[in-house]
Structures are given as structure tokens and as C-alpha cells.
């Protein structure tokens, strides 16, 4: 080989290592490139997440506080509940406080009612029964007795409470209430003068239609009227005859019972008396 070529053929080995060269420099470039655009989308997603993230922190937080506004809410209304119910318990006592009381008085006003109608009633028109037995006993009901009822119907009471609710309303532990302790309201019928029963010689007798046994056997047998015709109720306590009936028909033998047993009670004091105690 001579010098030209070998100078020639150096020529061509130069021209394919800087073909090569420039073949590897431009694709390292793309490959750099390809790199740069995949970082970037990979910094592009991270900022994107983080984004996100923040977006979510932020409604995370707004959820906390409204659930602490929720709960915050829950404990108000808790207590309000508990307050209203409270209201409720104090407002129900209340109301059957006023209906055990208005109870009460309706049995006093029924009592009240009773003696004022029994006592409205004239000696006149009274039976015959009700006028012979006027002196000994009265022909009403004891008030202090009636106004037990509503005590007695409620279920009463032992103990000191007992005694001193009686005591308040008229009975003693050492007096019995019998009526020969009452006085009489009736004051009694005496009979008429010897001088207008006996016939006179003067008078003239009257004719045989007209004598006592065929006037009483022909005239139809005559009753006095009922206490409702001589006397009407009154209009404030006619809703309540008509309600409480029931416990005024039972007040006389609710008297009865309770002067038999404070005469037994009286009787029981008497026997376990002691000797020089004298209260």
C-alpha cells in the first residue's frame, strides 16, 4: 500500500467515526429529551397529587368541623330534652295536684250541697219519722262529718297526720261525735193544746160525708213532695250532684262508721287510763 491509500482509507474511517459519532450524540439528545419530557409529566402528576391532597386536607377539615358543630348541636338539644322533660315532670305533678284537689272539693261542695238541701227543709213538711225523732236527733249531716268524705274516699291517712286533720276539721280524741253530743237544729214539735184537741160542746158536729174516717177513706192517700220539688238545687252545683252521686249516697253511712269507731276509740282511752293522770 502505498501513502494515498492509506491516506484514503483514514479519510473513511474518519467519516464513518464521525457519522458514528454524531449518530450516538443525536440520539443521546432524544433519549435526554425523552427523559426532560418524562420528568416533567412525572413532576406534572406529583404536583397534580399534591393538589389533590391539599383539595382533600381541606374538606377533611371542613368535615371534622362540622362534626363538631353536629355533635356540639347533639349535647344542646340533650340538654334541652332534659330540661323540657324536667318542665314536663314538674308541669304533670302539678296538674295532679290540682286534680286531686279539685276532686276534694267537688266531695266537699257534694257534702255542703247535701246539708244545705237537708236543713233547707221546713219542719212542716218533714215525715212524720223525720218529727218525732227531731228532738233527740238532728235531721241533717254533721259538716265536720261530710268533710271526711274526701279524706276517706283518697285513702286517709295514719298516724299523727291523721289525728290532726281531724282534729282541724272538728273531732277530738276525747269527745265522740253521737248526736246526743250535737245540738239539735230542729227544735222539736210540741204537741197542740189540750183545749183544741177535745171537741166542744158548742161546736157543731159535722155532717157523716164529711167526718174524718170517710173523708180519709175517700180522699186518695196524700205524700209530702220530694226535696228536689220544695227546694231546687242550685246551678253551681247541679254538675256536681249529677258527678258525685255516687259518694253523696254513701255519706251518711260513711258518718256512721266513723261515730262507731271513734265511740269505741273514746271507750279504749277510758279503760287504759291510768290513775292521776288527768290531761
Same mark, same amino acid.
Given at each position: 500500500?502505498?501513502?494515498?491509500?492509506?491516506?484514503?482509507?483514514?479519510?473513511?474511517?474518519?467519516?464513518?467515526?464521525?457519522?458514528?459519532?454524531?449518530?450516538?450524540?443525536?440520539?443521546?439528545?432524544?433519549?435526554?429529551?425523552?427523559?426532560?419530557?418524562?420528568?416533567?409529566?412525572?413532576?406534572?402528576?406529583?404536583?397534580?397529587?399534591?393538589?389533590?391532597?391539599?383539595?382533600?386536607?381541606?374538606?377533611?377539615?371542613?368535615?371534622?368541623?362540622?362534626?363538631?358543630?353536629?355533635?356540639?348541636?347533639?349535647?344542646?338539644?340533650?340538654?334541652?330534652?332534659?330540661?323540657?322533660?324536667?318542665?314536663?315532670?314538674?308541669?304533670?305533678?302539678?296538674?295532679?295536684?290540682?286534680?286531686?284537689?279539685?276532686?276534694?272539693?267537688?266531695?266537699?261542695?257534694?257534702?255542703?250541697?247535701?246539708?244545705?238541701?237537708?236543713?233547707?227543709?221546713?219542719?212542716?213538711?218533714?215525715?212524720?219519722?223525720?218529727?218525732?225523732?227531731?228532738?233527740?236527733?238532728?235531721?241533717?249531716?254533721?259538716?265536720?262529718?261530710?268533710?271526711?268524705?274526701?279524706?276517706?274516699?283518697?285513702?286517709?291517712?295514719?298516724?299523727?297526720?291523721?289525728?290532726?286533720?281531724?282534729?282541724?276539721?272538728?273531732?277530738?280524741?276525747?269527745?265522740?261525735?253521737? #248526736? $246526743?253530743?250535737?245540738? &239539735? +237544729?230542729? %227544735? *222539736?214539735?210540741? /204537741? =197542740?193544746?189540750?183545749?183544741?184537741?177535745? @171537741?166542744? !160542746?158548742?161546736?157543731?158536729?159535722?155532717?157523716?160525708?164529711?167526718? #174524718? $174516717?170517710?173523708?180519709? &177513706? +175517700?180522699? %186518695? *192517700?196524700?205524700? /209530702? =213532695?220530694?226535696?228536689?220539688?220544695?227546694? @231546687?238545687? !242550685?246551678?253551681?252545683?247541679?254538675?256536681?250532684?249529677?258527678?258525685?252521686?255516687?259518694?253523696?249516697?254513701?255519706?251518711?253511712?260513711?258518718?256512721?262508721?266513723?261515730?262507731?269507731?271513734?265511740?269505741?276509740?273514746?271507750?279504749?282511752?277510758?279503760?287504759?287510763?291510768?290513775?292521776?293522770?288527768?290531761?
Amino acid at each position: 500500500m502505498d501513502r494515498e491509500e492509506i491516506l484514503i482509507l483514514l479519510d473513511t474511517q474518519w467519516k464513518y467515526f464521525n457519522e458514528a459519532l454524531d449518530r450516538i450524540q443525536r440520539q443521546s439528545t432524544e433519549s435526554i429529551k425523552d427523559a426532560d419530557k418524562k420528568i416533567n409529566g412525572v413532576i406534572t402528576s406529583l404536583e397534580y397529587t399534591q393538589s389533590r391532597l391539599d383539595e382533600s386536607l381541606s374538606d377533611l377539615a371542613s368535615v371534622v368541623e362540622e362534626k363538631n358543630e353536629a355533635l356540639n348541636k347533639i349535647r344542646y338539644l340533650t340538654e334541652e330534652n332534659k330540661n323540657l322533660r324536667t318542665q314536663l315532670t314538674g308541669i304533670t305533678e302539678r296538674l295532679n295536684y290540682l286534680d286531686d284537689q279539685g276532686r276534694r272539693n267537688n266531695l266537699r261542695f257534694e257534702c255542703v250541697h247535701r246539708v244545705w238541701k237537708i236543713n233547707s227543709k221546713r219542719p212542716a213538711e218533714m215525715l212524720p219519722s223525720e218529727t218525732e225523732d227531731s228532738s233527740r236527733e238532728p235531721t241533717s249531716i254533721s259538716m265536720r262529718t261530710c268533710a271526711l268524705a274526701p279524706w276517706r274516699e283518697l285513702g286517709g291517712g295514719t298516724g299523727k297526720d291523721k289525728g290532726r286533720r281531724r282534729q282541724h276539721l272538728g273531732h277530738h280524741s276525747s269527745t265522740s261525735i253521737s #248526736p $246526743t253530743h250535737r245540738p &239539735s +237544729r230542729t %227544735p *222539736p214539735i210540741s /204537741p =197542740p193544746p189540750s183545749h183544741l184537741t177535745q @171537741p166542744s !160542746s158548742h161546736t157543731t158536729p159535722l155532717p157523716a160525708h164529711l167526718t #174524718p $174516717t170517710t173523708a180519709s &177513706s +175517700r180522699l %186518695p *192517700p196524700t205524700t /209530702p =213532695p220530694r226535696l228536689s220539688q220544695r227546694m @231546687p238545687p !242550685s246551678p253551681l252545683t247541679l254538675p256536681i250532684a249529677r258527678v258525685w252521686a255516687g259518694v253523696a249516697s254513701g255519706a251518711q253511712e260513711r258518718s256512721c262508721d266513723v261515730e262507731q269507731r271513734d265511740q269505741a276509740n273514746t271507750n279504749t282511752r277510758a279503760v287504759k287510763k291510768k290513775p292521776g293522770y288527768d290531761k
